[in-house]
């Protein structure tokens, strides 16, 4: 079972302006899969806000995975993958490169996203578009792949 806990990053969710239907969804894919949602949480659209959840979940010892949603996309106040990447210890860009490649098909602008991946301590972090179909399509390139992520993450290195 994977502990993984939901960052939602949005200004219109977290002001009350805007229902937040995508992290809900993460949650359902969660738990239909087996795994355990280890917390969620809403944050505005701030880069020390966001930077600072992210720590708290990946240093508090309690999550293994980390799925943001929203504020990968070319706006300015998009800045999810800023705040990803001062926390992280590396990259897993392959990650990111399939969840682009994955929502391309549907939606040309998947290539828009600027989402991140990457790893702090044992905990990986990966951010996933804010709508409801990118977060579909992500969700589907990630399942086949999360358990075994977690297990090299946790020293489990066999193939």
Do not use: F, K, Y
């Not at 805007?18 to 795994?35: L, N, Q």
């Not at 992210?54 to 999550?63: E, I, Q, R, S």
């Not at 994955?102 to 602008?109: D, E, I, M, N, R």
């Amino acid at each position: 079972m994977v502990r993984i806990a939901i960052l939602t990053v949005s200004d219109g969710v977290t002001a009350g302006t805007r229902v937040d239907t995508t992290g809900p969804a993460i949650a359902e894919w969660a738990a239909e899969a087996g795994h355990a949602v280890a917390g969620t949480a809403v944050v505005p659209d701030e880069t020390t806000r966001i930077a600072a959840q992210l720590l708290a979940w990946a240093d508090g010892g309690g999550t293994d995975v980390i799925l943001t949603t929203g504020g990968t996309g070319l706006a300015a106040r998009d800045v999810t993958p800023e705040a990803t990447c001062a926390v992280l210890d590396r990259e897993a860009p392959g990650i990111a490169e399939a969840l682009r490649r994955a929502g391309l098909p549907h939606v040309p602008t998947a290539i828009i996203s600027r989402g991140v991946a990457g790893i702090r301590g044992a905990t990986l972090i990966i951010n996933l578009p804010g709508s409801p179909g990118g977060v579909r399509d992500g969700l589907a390139v990630l399942a086949p792949i999360l358990a075994h992520a977690v297990r090299h993450l946790q020293g489990d290195t066999e193939h």
